[in-house]
């Protein structure tokens, strides 16, 4: 009976407050009052026993936030303790998503309790300290008290997004705290609300609000001492499996034999995922890594969420940077090139002998630009998911239509007419190309072999250059053909 007495007066203390709450989130808040009541001791969450001060001072005090301003669509509670002001707050405004970060351990432990009984969705627990290396994907942040505001302010600059909100929940003495602001973070963010309010019979509060203006969202990824903080895999010895399994496939001849390659350049890793080229293995990242731009940031926490983010050691991840990008290294599946059945598609069918793994990127990234239907890589040729095939093609041989051809030796029985770059050949200008036909550049030093039959293409040249680089020469074939002269 006084069980249910208690709860009618809590009912009455919100409609008084203006807090109205439908049935379903009135039992939702009553059992979670019962809960804190029940573990109070064994987890220490509050020293405010008192049923009327208990939900004024916790209850209200969390819940009027919702009444005073309209709440962003994602908060984080920062040192939340039981669970004030995120998981009222939830409850009366469950569009919400919300991360409760609490680092102590009993309060984690009920506050993981807590979620799981009241059957909160959308609510994640932190069990660490939010600090400058932190990174949350949250468009505010709410404390009640916990610190000065120029210490929030510092603490969430470098990852809350340009709009969002940084809500303290203060009280009367909040003017010590604002006259104490100070630090360069002040540049981000600009005051919009500053309200003072009263809770309860006589108990003053106020409401500061501050709006990130700053474009900056910059995180830094950390190897942290307790590396159970680290959402991403942490490698700091060279005897570790996955680190030298890495360290084969740039290396030495380990990208073939694992069927992974190392796809390395900003731009170049962010076309990779976008659109699909090669099954992500892993992503790696340098302890003290900065980055602030909001696409990588994102891309990083999209792989992290999916368990294939490593962060490692810097001189490891330096023995795996081998193109010192400083930036993040992505390793793929690479796909399973089919062999040639001898038939050619509309057009150029490019033969590659390139043994320079850097030449042949080069040509596949020009002959995707041109709109070759089918690259035939002879068997003279590097592998074309090198390393350094990937970072010349600018990831262009992940998507290319590469197909496993014979030997350059063996050429020559094919049906089909073979155009070869030759300088001895007609000049470029005068070429009329078939509907279907082989474009065979010759290989770097040695050219084409004799014995082979073809027509012979030459690119006029002035001075006392001889030849061209075989890729270039080759992309200049290919634009020939794709549009004239």
Same mark, same amino acid.
């Given at each position: 009976m006084?069980?249910?007495?208690?709860?009618?007066?809590?009912k009455? *203390?919100?409609?008084?407050?203006g807090?109205?709450?439908?049935?379903?989130?009135?039992?939702l808040?009553?059992s979670?009052?019962?809960?804190?009541?029940?573990?109070?001791?064994?987890?220490?969450?509050?020293?405010?026993?008192?049923?009327?001060?208990?939900?004024?001072?916790? =209850?209200?005090?969390?819940?009027?936030?919702?009444?005073?301003?309209a709440?962003?669509?994602?908060?984080?509670?920062?040192?939340?303790?039981?669970?004030?002001?995120g998981?009222?707050?939830?409850?009366?405004?469950?569009?919400?998503?919300?991360?409760?970060a609490?680092q102590?351990?009993?309060?984690?432990?009920?506050?993981?309790m807590a979620?799981?009984?009241?059957g909160?969705?959308?609510?994640?627990?932190y069990?660490?300290?939010?600090t400058?290396?932190? =990174?949350?994907?949250?468009?505010?942040?709410?404390?009640?008290a916990? $610190?000065?505001?120029?210490?929030?302010?510092?603490?969430?600059d470098?990852?809350?997004?340009?709009?969002?909100?940084?809500?303290?929940?203060?009280?009367?003495?909040?003017?010590?705290?604002?006259?104490?602001?100070?630090?360069?973070?002040?540049?981000?963010?600009?005051?919009?609300?500053?309200r003072e309010?009263?809770?309860g019979?006589?108990h003053?509060r106020?409401?500061?609000?501050?709006?990130?203006t700053?474009?900056?969202?910059?995180?830094?990824?950390?190897?942290?001492?307790?590396?159970?903080?680290?959402?991403?895999?942490?490698?700091?010895? $060279?005897?570790?499996?996955?680190?030298r399994?890495?360290k084969?496939?740039?290396?030495?001849?380990?990208?073939?034999?694992?069927?992974?390659?190392l796809?390395?350049?900003?731009r170049?890793?962010?076309?990779?995922?976008?659109?699909?080229?090669?099954?992500? *293995?892993?992503?790696?990242?340098?302890?003290?890594?900065?980055?602030?731009?909001?696409?990588?940031?994102?891309?990083?926490?999209?792989? !992290?969420?999916?368990?294939?983010a490593?962060?490692m050691?810097?001189?490891?991840?330096?023995?795996?940077?081998?193109?010192?990008?400083?930036?993040?290294?992505?390793?793929?599946? !690479?796909?399973?090139?089919?062999?040639?059945?001898?038939?050619l598609a509309?057009?150029?069918?490019?033969?590659?002998?390139?043994?320079?793994?850097?030449?042949?990127?080069?040509?596949?990234?020009?002959?995707?630009a041109?709109?070759?239907?089918?690259?035939?890589?002879?068997?003279?040729?590097?592998?074309?998911?090198?390393?350094?095939?990937?970072r010349?093609?600018?990831?262009?041989?992940?998507?290319?239509?590469?197909l496993?051809?014979?030997?350059?030796?063996?050429?020559?029985?094919?049906?089909?007419?073979?155009f070869?770059?030759d300088?001895?050949?007609?000049?470029?200008?005068?070429?009329?190309?078939?509907?279907?036909?082989?474009?065979l550049?010759? *290989?770097?030093g040695?050219?084409?072999?004799?014995?082979?039959?073809?027509?012979?293409?030459?690119?006029?040249?002035?001075?006392?250059?001889?030849?061209?680089?075989?890729?270039?020469?080759?992309s200049?074939?290919?634009?020939?053909?794709?549009?004239?002269?």
């Amino acid at each position: 009976m006084a069980q249910d007495t208690n709860k009618e007066r809590m009912k009455q *203390m919100l409609l008084k407050a203006g807090l109205g709450l439908a049935e379903d989130a009135m039992e939702l808040l009553w059992s979670y009052y019962r809960l804190i009541v029940r573990h109070n001791d064994e987890y220490d969450l509050t020293r405010i026993t008192r049923f009327e001060d208990f939900i004024i001072k916790h =209850f209200l005090d969390s819940m009027i936030v919702s009444k005073l301003m309209a709440l962003p669509e994602s908060l984080l509670d920062i040192g939340t303790g039981a669970g004030f002001p995120g998981i009222p707050l939830k409850i009366i405004a469950p569009r919400i998503s919300l991360v409760l970060a609490e680092q102590r351990k009993k309060r984690v432990e009920f506050l993981n309790m807590a979620v799981d009984t009241l059957g909160l969705k959308g609510v994640e627990v932190y069990p660490h300290g939010v600090t400058g290396h932190s =990174f949350f994907n949250v468009k505010g942040v709410i404390t009640r008290a916990l $610190e000065s505001v120029d210490s929030t302010l510092a603490r969430v600059d470098h990852f809350l997004p340009p709009g969002g909100m940084v809500i303290f929940m203060k009280g009367p003495g909040a003017d010590e705290d604002l006259g104490a602001l100070k630090g360069p973070h002040l540049k981000s963010f600009e005051m919009e609300q500053d309200r003072e309010y009263m809770i309860g019979e006589g108990h003053m509060r106020r409401l500061l609000v501050f709006r990130k203006t700053g474009a900056v969202l910059r995180k830094t990824y950390r190897i942290f001492k307790d590396q159970k903080e680290n959402r991403e895999m942490v490698i700091t010895s $060279e005897s570790n499996g996955r680190y030298r399994e890495l360290k084969n496939i740039v290396h030495s001849d380990g990208a073939k034999k694992a069927r992974i390659t190392l796809v390395s350049g900003r731009r170049i890793i962010k076309d990779a995922v976008k659109s699909g080229k090669g099954d992500t *293995m892993a992503l790696v990242i340098h302890d003290g890594y900065t980055d602030q731009d909001d696409e990588m940031n994102a891309l990083i926490a999209g792989i !992290t969420e999916r368990g294939m983010a490593l962060i490692m050691k810097k001189s490891l991840y330096n023995d795996l940077d081998i193109f010192n990008t400083g930036g993040p290294l992505l390793f793929v599946r !690479t796909p399973a090139i089919p062999a040639w059945d001898g038939s050619l598609a509309p057009g150029c069918n490019l033969l590659v002998p390139f043994q320079d793994p850097s030449n042949l990127g080069s040509v596949v990234r020009s002959a995707a630009a041109f709109g070759v239907e089918r690259i035939i890589l002879l068997r003279e040729a590097a592998h074309p998911y090198h390393p350094r095939s990937v970072r010349s093609s600018s990831g262009a041989v992940l998507g290319a239509p590469l197909l496993r051809g014979p030997s350059i030796s063996e050429l020559g029985g094919e049906a089909w007419p073979i155009f070869a770059l030759d300088r001895e050949g007609r000049p470029l200008a005068e070429v009329a190309f078939p509907e279907r036909f082989l474009l065979l550049p010759g *290989m770097e030093g040695p050219g084409v072999p004799g014995g082979l039959s073809y027509e012979g293409v030459a690119i006029p040249m002035e001075g006392d250059i001889d030849s061209l680089n075989a890729a270039i020469a080759a992309s200049i074939a290919l634009y020939v053909w794709r549009y004239g002269i």
